[in-house]
């Protein structure tokens, strides 16, 4: 089965710490994975992808993303938090089983950055 | 917002009503999808298009069908609305024909069925 996990419903970093906000995957083959950010009251906006080569991919906003194959996982990192980065954040895997390459999204997890 | 438009922002309707929501691009792409988001489920696909009167189904389309007769258009229908369809809608576009391409999203539809 194709599928995307966000273990964390929330969570809450103060500002100027690190974050990471976490994924785990489940494919049948390669996986290609993205990250997408919801602000309040808008639709979603790409951050950043994993499709081949370097693990460690580089976004938008100063945000990162680390692929482990090993551990199944595609988390969200960011050196510094700042408290506009308070978002929802969505984990996204394409399905491999259908031949349009549709995304299955994740739970969504809210990261809350205070001052 | 990639030149995608929904419409309406908001609607309120009862029970056993038919809604239509529209998502409008001013591109012309091929690929365009609705989504709803619910709280504990993030966002799940309804319907999909690869171009204009091609069209599949997602994971949740029971309730509800589409369709897209002209390339900016892509009209979802909910044929007798229930409470459990009360969500925010999305449309999105994908702008090239590789399924690694980011999709842009509109801002959405909030639907409430009383």
């Known amino acids: 089965a194709q599928s995307v996990a966000q273990p964390e419903d929330q969570v809450n970093v103060a500002e100027g710490n690190p974050l990471t906000v976490k994924c785990t995957y489940s494919?049948?083959?390669?996986?290609?994975l993205f990250w997408y950010v919801q602000y309040p009251n808008r639709g979603l906006q790409f951050l950043l992808k994993y499709i081949t080569g370097d693990n460690l991919v580089k976004g938008s906003y100063g945000f990162e993303a680390e692929f482990n194959k090993s551990q199944t996982s595609f988390h969200l990192k960011k050196p510094s938090a700042l408290v506009s980065d308070s978002a929802l954040y969505f984990c996204a895997v394409r399905d491999l089983r259908g031949s349009q390459g549709n995304l299955i999204f994740g739970k969504g997890t809210k990261l809350s950055v205070k001052p | 917002d990639a030149g995608i438009t929904q419409s309406p922002r908001h609607k309120v309707t009862e029970t056993g009503t038919p809604v239509t929501l529209r998502c409008h691009q001013t591109?012309?792409?091929?690929?365009m999808y609705w989504y709803r988001q619910d709280p504990g489920h993030g966002l799940r696909l309804i319907h999909y298009s690869y171009g204009v009167k091609d069209t599949d189904k997602g994971e949740v389309s029971d309730g509800y069908s589409v369709s897209r007769s002209k390339t900016e258009d892509f009209l979802l229908t909910l044929e007798s609305a229930t409470s459990s369809q009360t969500s925010v809608y999305f449309c999105?576009?994908?702008?090239?024909?590789?399924?690694?391409?980011?999709?842009?999203f509109g801002s959405g539809t909030q639907l409430s069925v009383l």
């Open positions: 999105a576009i994908r702008p090239g024909d590789s399924p690694n391409e980011k999709l842009f």
């Open positions: 494919v049948s083959g390669n996986p290609y």
């Open positions: 591109e012309n792409h091929r690929y």
